[in-house]
């Protein structure tokens, strides 16, 4: 930290749709609120992303005349943000010092609690994918984020380092920008399509990463609004390639990774694959949360589409990588970019909890392509469309004992109101991509 004292400090925090939230507040209301919490109207957890208000659940006894709840800073997440700006990240807290059900960092952190009772420690990565483009988006917004030209050209697959200059600029000033706000990233690369990119951000504790990837997604989007372009975290922000955000995730025990055996996956591996499989239906409401999520779920184009697991097999839902006592480890291949990470990662945690907890034990890792299996294998395929995802999540007990039921039932009732604004505001079921999902999902979350 500059010992130059800041002008204003920025209060930071994601509702349930990802939505990086907060207000800004000056460095004599942020020492007189810093331990209470600042007050916030609880309808950031009551809204869509089209400023609606979300009808279809029942409103707890906190809720239901705007009152207040509280973001109460995490001290260990300030940061010098840019000249004359502090930053910090905090979770929301009720009146009477309760955490808010639905609050997405809480929910990560009590995941977290629940798998130290056993003795274990769970680290965990996250590959960002995003798509940027040349126009601003001032430019974006008046084409209706519609015919916009992707950033680095059209040609190639991924990988190419055979890119125009104002690509790696931009990915050159996003990484710096991390330096220097202390986000520790890994990599970048051209990804799928075009104007696509991928940036691995380092593995470490689960609330950590989720407090970096919120950051790092901030970043992106100000190093493109400097730069005069836009970046977008739709799920599939054309009718091309859609975009995920990859978790990696080990256990450790006795500081061991719990995940390592000689032979392949140790049995504490074998378990946790189970339970993420028999909650996999029930967390792809989470992991994949809009409706043009689900037009990603197409065989041979990237994204899992089968209730399966594999060793190495990047075509199942839930990667294995086994033999070797540090990097053993779960890719969950699932989330789309538009997914909220603190939530996906609690639902996540939640299905390895559910897997140590009941010893469950995973069926047969698929061998071969896991893509266009034929009838009759006994390998179901994952929930395709939001209202198919919401109700496997409303009839899941595990993620419902582990999670709450109060946010179990909000999320549901949210994704029942989402589809039910898509076909009744202006979404075309139809369309390889709406009108209405671009200028919905574009900019937000």
């Not at 978790?247 to 993420?276: C, K, W």
């Not at 792809?284 to 209730?307: E, H, M």
């Not at 039910?420 to 709406?434: C, K, N």
């Amino acid at each position: 930290m500059s010992e130059t004292p800041p002008r204003a400090v920025r209060l930071e925090a994601t509702n349930h749709e990802g939505c990086f939230l907060g207000k800004v507040v000056s460095p004599r209301k942020f020492e007189s609120g810093k331990h209470t919490g600042f007050p916030h109207a609880d309808l950031l957890f009551g809204l869509d992303l089209g400023n609606l208000p979300v009808f279809g659940a029942a409103f707890p006894e906190w809720r239901g005349h705007i009152d207040d709840v509280y973001l109460r800073p995490d001290p260990s997440t300030l940061v010098r943000w840019k000249p004359g700006l502090d930053a910090v990240i905090g979770d929301y807290w009720l009146k009477d010092g309760r955490p808010v059900p639905l609050c997405p960092r809480n929910l990560v952190r009590r995941m977290v609690d629940r798998l130290a009772q056993h003795g274990y420690y769970a680290t965990v990565a996250v590959e960002i994918e995003a798509t940027v483009f040349e126009e601003s988006i001032h430019e974006a917004r008046s084409r209706g984020y519609r015919d916009l030209s992707p950033l680095g050209g059209t040609a190639g697959t991924a990988y190419h380092h055979a890119k125009s200059q104002d690509w790696s600029e931009y990915l050159h000033a996003v990484t710096e920008r991390l330096d220097e706000v202390g986000i520790v990233w890994e990599a970048w690369n051209d990804e799928d399509a075009a104007g696509q990119i991928e940036l691995n951000i380092a593995m470490g504790d689960p609330v950590k990463v989720a407090d970096d990837w919120a950051r790092t997604r901030q970043v992106m989007r100000e190093v493109a609004n400097d730069l005069g372009r836009s970046v977008t975290f739709m799920a599939k922000p054309t009718a091309g390639y859609g975009q995920a955000s990859h978790i990696n995730l080990s256990l450790q025990r006795d500081g061991a990774n719990a995940f390592y055996a000689e032979d392949g996956p140790s049995e504490t591996m074998q378990h946790a694959v189970g339970g993420l499989l028999a909650t996999i239906a029930g967390n792809t409401s989470i992991v994949l949360p809009q409706i043009t999520s689900y037009r990603r779920l197409v065989d041979l184009s990237g994204p899992p589409v089968t209730i399966s697991w594999g060793i190495s097999n990047k075509t199942a839902a839930v990667r294995a990588v086994v033999g070797h006592p540090e990097y053993s480890r779960l890719e969950y291949r699932l989330p789309g970019a538009d997914a909220n990470l603190y939530l996906a990662l609690a639902g996540v945690l939640a299905g390895v909890i559910a897997g140590v907890e009941q010893k469950i034990e995973p069926p047969e890792p698929v061998t071969d392509m896991a893509w266009c299996l034929p009838p009759g294998l006994g390998i179901e395929r994952i929930p395709d469309t939001i209202t198919k995802a919401a109700a496997a999540l409303d009839a899941d007990a595990n993620l419902r004992e582990l999670l709450g039921n109060e946010f179990v039932d909000f999320w549901v009732a949210s994704r029942r109101w989402e589809w039910l604004a898509f076909h009744t505001m202006g979404g075309d079921p139809f369309a390889e991509l709406s009108e209405w999902e671009s200028a919905r999902y574009f900019e937000l979350p």
